[in-house]
């Protein structure tokens, strides 16, 4: 059984940090496209960043410059570190396993937000609240 546990949101002040956590089990994250995205109330899921199983990573415009996307592969967690937070940031986060051929924010952007999580799409967790205040 695929299972993400996102950990790590909370409420934190204007220009503050916060690193989120991905706990992956029954899934490589070593082996696979990974990425988290996000949703604000009455918005739409926002893809943020994807990293592949080299390593290699993508940002959407805005995050790029304050996120940084990891992950340990001997552990198989993912992390976020989020930087320079501001107000728009708040929202729930999602650590995510897409089914993509190409590892991607954009293509995590479209998984996301036309489908559900399941086996022929990809995962996702639970959330994780982060709420930033000035």
């Known amino acids: 059984q695929v299972q993400l546990v996102e950990s790590g949101g909370g409420s934190v002040q204007i220009g503050g940090s916060l690193r989120l956590s991905c706990s992956v089990s029954?899934?490589?994250?070593?082996?696979?496209?990974m990425g988290w995205f996000r949703q604000a109330p009455g918005k739409e899921r926002e893809g943020l960043a994807t990293i592949d199983k080299d390593g290699h990573t993508s940002y959407a415009p805005s995050v790029k410059g304050r996120f940084i996307i990891s992950k340990d592969n001997t552990k198989n967690i993912l992390y976020l570190q989020m930087n320079s937070l501001k107000p728009e940031d708040t929202a729930m986060y999602y650590c995510?396993?897409?089914?993509?051929?190409?590892?991607?924010?954009?293509?995590?952007?479209?998984?996301?937000?036309?489908?559900?999580?399941?086996?022929?799409?990809?995962?996702w967790g639970q959330g994780t609240q982060v709420t930033v205040f000035s």
């Open positions: 995510a396993a897409p089914k993509v051929h190409e590892c991607s924010v954009e293509n995590l952007a479209i998984i996301v937000v036309v489908t559900e999580a399941g086996p022929e799409f990809g995962y």
């Open positions: 029954g899934y490589s994250a070593s082996d696979s496209c």
